[in-house]
Each structure stands twice: as C-alpha cells, then as structure tokens.
C-alpha cells in the first residue's frame, strides 16, 4: 500500500503541460526583449562614442598635417601646389569669393564654399575608415569673415598673397576639417574648425570644444557652449584642446592663458584653474587633464555680465556686459603662440520666465479665433527691453513635442522693468494677439527676448497655463435666392 501511495503521487507531479511550456516560453521571450534592447542600445552607444572619438582624431591630425604646409608661399606653376590655399582653396566662381553667412554673423557661409576631399576611404592606413574634406575661409580678424580683393587669387602670379578689399594683408585662414564615415555606424559626420595664422602653423596647439558646466541660472539646454550673461553670476566652463604647456603656469605672462575674443570689442579675459574633478579615463598632467585618447581639459570661469566694455555701441555703459551673440575662444601660450576656436562660445540674453498670464483685466485662459485684438497680461521674470521688446508667442504643440501653430504677439508695454530686465524682479506684460491667425486647440505661451530662433535669444520655457483658442461657429444673418 505504501509503494502505490508514492507511485500515485509521482504521477500526479509527473511535469508541465505543452500549453503551460508553451505560455512560459511566451513570458520569458516577452521579459527579455527589453534586456536585450537595453544591452544593444549601450553596445551601440559605446561604439558611437568610440567612433567619435576616432573621427576627432582623424580630423585632429588633418588640421594637424594641413597646418605643417607654409601658410603662404609666393605661387610658382613649377612647383605645383605648396602652401594651404594652393591645396584646398578649391574651384569657386568667382576665385575670390569669400562668402559669409547673414544667418551668423562674421561666420563663412559652409555650404557655399566648396569641399575639397583631404584623402578617401581606405587611403590612410591609421584612419581607413573615413574620408576627410577641407574648407577654408580667410578671416580680417579672429571673428569676422573677409572679403578678398578681387584682383587676388591663391594661383595668381604675383596677386596671390592673401589680401582683403582694403588691399590689406590678411593673417589669419579658418581651416574646417570634415570627417565622414560609412553608413550603418552610427552618426555619419564629424567638424572641426582652427583658425591658423601666419606665423603660428609650425605649432600643434589647438582648441576643440567648450563646454559650459554652470552655475545652471546661466545654462542653455540645447546648447552645451551657450551661456547667459546675468547679474552677479561667474560662468563656469570647460575648454578642451591638444597641445595646452603651462609654462610659468596658468593665467601666467608666459603660460597658458584664454580669452573670449570679437571683432570690434575687448578681450574678456577666462581665468584659468585646475579642473577640480577628473572625468572618467582622465588624469592630471600639472593643472591640466589628459583622456586616453590626449585630449586636454582645462576648467575656466568667465564673468559675461559685467566685462568692461563699456563704450561700445548697442551696449549700454551702466552694466558693461558681453554682446549677444558669437565669440571666438582664443588660447595664448608663451605669449607667441595664439589659437582659436572660432565661434565657439555663444553669449544669450537671459531665459525668460512665465509665472502666469491670461486675458487682460480678468486673467481667464479662454479666446475666440473671431479676435483679432485680443490683449494679454504675462507676469514674469527677465522680459529683456534693452534692444527691442520681447516677443511673446501662443504656442500649439502636437503630443510629441512639434510646433503645430503659433501666433506672434505685440508688446503693448512692460512695468517692473529694472536695469533693462537685468534682474530677477517681477514684470508684468500686456501684449495684444490676433487669434483669427488661429486655429482651435490648447496653447502654451512662450516669450523669446528678440525674435523667436535667434542665435543668443532663447525662448522661454513654455507655460505651465494652457489657454483655449475656441472656434465661433458661423452664423447666417441673410438668406439670397437667384434665379427665375
């Protein structure tokens, strides 16, 4: 009896079911996809950060190899090409055709500037899987795009020392490096500027990147190298370079020192420190820090707000302050060797901030797009009036974030204002919209300090308030019959 008792048991655990392993197996393939879409995306990431960081070195020593060629050599057809314009000035009609952006100002226009392919896949045997190109465009100072005289060309005998349209001698060439890999690996495309002179392209010094770090009251979200200048902050940032010596030290007559530079104002001096932290593969060679791969880091602070510029026009004297808008980071070592990156810091208004609005007296949240005049209330912070009013703006954005309509208003009038919004007192806006502009749907409010998507302006974060744009059904006021 007792053998049938454990027998009877045993099948009636005799095991699963095809159904049941069937379901398992469902379960357990459904638990593990997300593992396995976690894994490949940090596998990819990792393999995309390494390819970056490949690509910048491939661009690094083209810059590198372009800045050993003479800056200039006096052209002779016998010779062939020999100095950097000879090489990669490239076909362009006309010759001389130095075109700058209106979009950035000072800047070269990149699509119009031909590429010039450096070496092709394959053909360097430390980088054979990228392609290199080259552009180029001549600077009348460290931020401001010339225009070449058109009697010069970088092959015309005789003509074809750099000179600009005030038959000036021109000093100083910005070298792009564009850096390409094949498909299926990730983003396809790498950048990097330098600015060579004259006298400096025996050096291999360099700056890359800068990165702004803080404080966050200063920080552009979309933008790591952007960063506000406002009242009582220090910016603190990171410039990344090759080839950065000490010398004396930082900060020193004969060490490493850096400065934000544009034409037409004064150098505003970043101090120089000892980054404070090491990033991960980092270590400090004196004050500086060196990654696997050579790049440097060195940590800077910089004051945007009150910089000694005053007299400047367009910039008022009471708060001398950074101009809005592109500056060039220039590093000075052993007071001989000067490099630039060029355009790579960018000086913002402050963000605006919106705490609450609504229709003007009562603050109701509700319009009709029959109104073509309908007025606003907007308190907030930081509503910029020093080069022209603010420019608020009903924003209807689709779920994933797109811009699906927007209607611009006009500022009626600011109070609260202090030192031209340079403060953190509150403000409050009347501004008049035409909603026959809009279509139905929830809006958010967005004020930008110039005109929405310009460099150095940027928009407020849209605001927590939605305001109802309703459509007015039509209504029939005659009735006409025609005909017999």
């Avoid at 090409?81 to 979009?103: L, M």
């Amino acid at each position: 009896m007792r053998t049938a008792k454990w027998a009877g048991r045993f099948r009636a655990e005799a095991g699963f079911t095809l159904t049941e392993i069937l379901v398992a197996g469902i379960i357990i393939s459904v638990a593990l996809i997300p593992l396995v879409n976690m894994f490949d995306t940090s596998f990819r990431g990792i393999l995309n950060y390494e390819r970056m960081h490949e690509a910048y070195n491939c661009a690094r020593a083209a810059v590198e190899r372009i800045r050993s060629l003479p800056y200039y050599q006096p052209y002779n057809p016998t010779r062939g090409d020999v100095d950097i314009d000879d090489h990669f000035w490239g076909d362009r009609t006309p010759i001389y055709d130095n075109p700058e952006d209106p979009a950035n100002e000072g800047a070269p226009r990149w699509d119009y500037i031909p590429e010039v392919t450096y070496f092709d896949y394959g053909e360097l045997r430390e980088f054979r899987d990228f392609r290199a190109t080259v552009q180029l465009a001549y600077l009348n100072t460290d931020t401001g795009i010339a225009s070449m005289s058109p009697d010069w060309g970088p092959k015309k005998i005789g003509n074809d020392r750099p000179r600009n349209v005030e038959n000036e001698i021109v000093h100083l060439l910005l070298i792009r490096v564009n850096v390409y890999w094949p498909p299926g690996r990730g983003d396809r495309s790498y950048s990097l500027e330098q600015v060579v002179t004259d006298t400096d392209t025996i050096y291999n010094v360099g700056v890359s990147r800068v990165v702004v770090v803080g404080p966050d009251s200063v920080k552009d979200p979309e933008r790591e190298n952007a960063a506000a200048h406002y009242p009582d902050e220090t910016v603190i940032l990171d410039i990344y370079g090759y080839g950065f010596e000490e010398g004396e030290g930082l900060n020193q007559r004969k060490g490493l020192n850096a400065y934000l530079v544009r034409n037409k104002y004064n150098d505003i001096r970043i101090t120089l420190q000892r980054p404070p932290t090491l990033y991960e593969g980092e270590t400090y060679s004196g004050n500086i820090a060196v990654d696997k791969f050579g790049n440097m880091r060195v940590r800077g602070t910089v004051t945007l707000y009150n910089t000694g510029t005053s007299g400047v026009p367009g910039e008022p004297n009471f708060y001398p302050r950074a101009a809005v808008g592109y500056w060039s980071v220039k590093i000075a070592q052993e007071e001989i060797i000067n490099s630039y990156l060029f355009n790579g810091f960018i000086v913002e208004y402050p963000r605006p901030r919106i705490e609450q609005f609504g229709n003007n007296p009562d603050m109701s949240l509700t319009g009709r797009n029959d109104e073509s005049a309908r007025q606003l209330k907007i308190v907030g912070r930081n509503f910029i009036t020093l080069v022209k009013n603010p420019t608020p703006a009903l924003v209807r954005y689709s779920p994933t974030g797109e811009i699906l309509d927007q209607v611009l208003g006009v500022v009626n009038g600011i109070t609260g204002t202090v030192n031209s919004g340079y403060s953190n007192n509150v403000q409050t806006m009347l501004a008049t919209f035409d909603l026959t502009k809009a279509s139905s749907g929830l809006y958010r409010l967005v004020v930008y300090n110039t005109d929405p998507g310009l460099i150095g302006h940027v928009g407020s974060q849209p605001s927590q308030q939605e305001y109802t744009v309703l459509a007015v059904s039509p209504v029939v006021t005659d009735v006409y019959v025609e005909g017999t």
